[in-house]
């Protein structure tokens, strides 16, 4: 196989000589400049098969160097990776915004993960692409507050834990900026997200998550619970997440992830990571008209329509538009329809019961069996790229 060219981009010359050395020992070429401006004539001319770019440059800041290399179709295609000194949340965003494909923190926590990524996008290590590796990641999310997606992600965790026996499920609330979850199945300890990102990378490794993720018995899953209060949240390592899942995934055999309305550059690659993504609406025209477009970002932000699990939840009563309308507006499937439940969903949650335990007979114990079955399914046919 042909040495790979990557252009590394970086005015620190420290960082630059040894980010060069660790490519190097991948046998790739690797080009160098610390201006974005050259940048530019050595990524038109030279057409590197990736570019590597600390964002703040002197005379070209990393967002207009890749919208230049974006607009030009000599380098509109280059995979493109930030890696930055910055933990500011917002340049994350303008970074991806611009056309980046990943951001990472400088860091030596983060160099082995940058290596990996660069390794899959590259495809270094063999000739036809690696499978994805560890536990099936399956994320929910919602475009608008009170549709339940909160009590359908721990339901159908719990679900998919009875039924794949033998397989250890962990529960996850990166809900900002309080999580729910952990009153919907009555844990009150002092573990949640927060604590964990604030502990060294090296201790959070899938060891750690096996002995000390609390164990959740009624609930068939173990759960890292969310953030407990505001403040709590703000001391939230948002640059620690992405290991914390690698960690997860690595430990169990599904890991849920409730992201809630949280769609953010916190959120965003968890959800480009994960094997399905379970998008909730309601019935009413508010949320559908939300919910298509946050369809639509994340259809252009390169999520196929086949990693979709789309949730229809009656929460809040018989009104509003049909499963057909819907599914017209979203262009979209619903596969999973769940019927109005009147009280009984918010009375199982508040003894902290699972609804299939609490109403076994419902008509939507059955919906959430068979989902959870579906669910399992379509992210194992995703994992292996069967469509």
């Not at 609406?281 to 329509?305: M, N």
Request: charged share 20%.
């Amino acid at each position: 196989m042909a040495s790979k060219k990557i252009l590394l981009v970086d005015s620190d010359v420290a960082s630059r000589d040894y980010i060069s050395r660790m490519l190097e020992k991948k046998q790739c070429t690797v080009m160098e400049t610390s201006l974005g401006k050259e940048a530019l004539i050595i990524a038109w001319r030279d057409r590197p098969d990736l570019i590597l770019a600390d964002p703040v440059l002197s005379d070209l800041s990393g967002e207009d160097l890749l919208r230049k290399l974006r607009n030009d179709q000599r380098s509109a295609g280059i995979p493109a990776i930030a890696f930055s000194r910055d933990p500011d949340p917002e340049r994350k965003y303008a970074c991806l915004g611009a056309g980046f494909n990943e951001y990472f923190l400088k860091s030596s926590e983060t160099i082995p993960l940058l290596l990996k990524k660069i390794d899959n996008l590259l495809d270094l290590e063999s000739e036809t692409p690696a499978k994805p590796t560890g536990g099936l990641l399956i994320v929910f999310l919602s475009a608008k507050g009170g549709t339940g997606a909160s009590s359908l992600c721990a339901n159908l965790a719990m679900t998919i834990g009875l039924r794949q026996k033998g397989s250890r499920v962990a529960l996850v609330d990166s809900v900002l900026p309080i999580g729910s979850i952990a009153q919907i199945v009555g844990y009150d300890g002092a573990l949640n997200l927060v604590t964990v990102s604030g502990l060294p990378a090296e201790q959070t490794n899938a060891a750690y998550f096996k002995q000390q993720l609390p164990s959740i018995s009624v609930w068939h899953c173990n759960l890292l619970a969310g953030s407990p209060n505001p403040q709590g949240a703000t001391s939230l390592r948002a640059d620690r997440i992405g290991q914390i899942v690698e960690a997860l995934r690595s430990a169990y055999d599904f890991v849920l992830i409730d992201i809630g309305r949280a769609l953010s550059p916190i959120s965003l690659p968890i959800i480009q990571q994960a094997d399905l993504v379970s998008l909730v609406a309601g019935t009413d025209l508010g949320s559908v008209s939300l919910t298509k477009t946050v369809w639509e970002f994340l259809r252009a932000q390169g999520i196929p329509a086949g990693k979709m699990f789309f949730i229809l939840n009656r929460a809040v009563g018989l009104e509003g538009l049909t499963k057909n309308e819907i599914e017209a507006r979203l262009g979209l499937d619903v596969k999973m329809a769940m019927p109005y439940l009147g009280g009984n969903f918010s009375l199982a949650n508040n003894q902290h019961i699972p609804f299939t335990k609490k109403f076994p007979n419902d008509t939507a114990a059955m919906v959430l069996q068979e989902s959870a079955k579906q669910m399992a399914n379509q992210a194992q046919r995703v994992r292996e790229g069967i469509k």
